[in-house]
Nanobody
Framework: QVQLVESGGGLVQAGGSLRLSCAAT????????????MGWYRQTPGKMYELIAV???????AYASSVEGRFTLTRDNAANTVDLQMNSLKPEDTAVYSC?????????????????WGQGTQVTVSS
């Protein structure tokens, strides 16, 4: 089974920086998996999940307008990891951040495809 293991997050003052990391580990029915897209969502209390940044083979890297220019997504395809560098943080960036991956199985289960989520990590930005 595939798991997304997150690290990073924490408490920072406004204007500061944090880095989140996510690694996809495991197999799909014993086969090596393929990551079609990988990125980060966030959720604030009372709000829906917001897609922050995602990298996909089909569309490249995309960012939410609320973070563009401040956040940078870096994906390592060989290591199956994705990092989110967050600069110039604002109090409104406070949320639970969750790693996301759209993953397919390898032969002979390459028709298997599923979305996976990390456990979530808290980011708190104080004013």
């Amino acid at each position: 089974q595939v798991q997304l293991v997150e690290s990073g997050g924490g408490l920072v003052q406004a204007g500061g920086s944090l880095r989140l990391s996510c690694a996809a580990t495991g197999t799909i029915f014993g086969t090596m998996f393929k990551i079609n897209a990988m990125g980060w969502y966030r959720q604030t209390p009372g709000k829906m999940y917001e897609l922050i940044a995602v990298d996909s083979y089909a569309n490249g890297t995309a960012y939410a307008s609320s973070v563009e220019g401040r956040f940078t997504l870096t994906r390592d395809n060989a290591a199956n990891t994705v990092d989110l560098q967050m600069n110039s943080l604002k109090p409104e960036d406070t949320a639970v951040y969750s790693c996301y991956a759209d993953i397919s199985g390898g032969p002979p289960v390459d028709d298997f495809r599923k979305d996976y989520w990390g456990q979530g990590t808290q980011v708190t930005v104080s004013s």
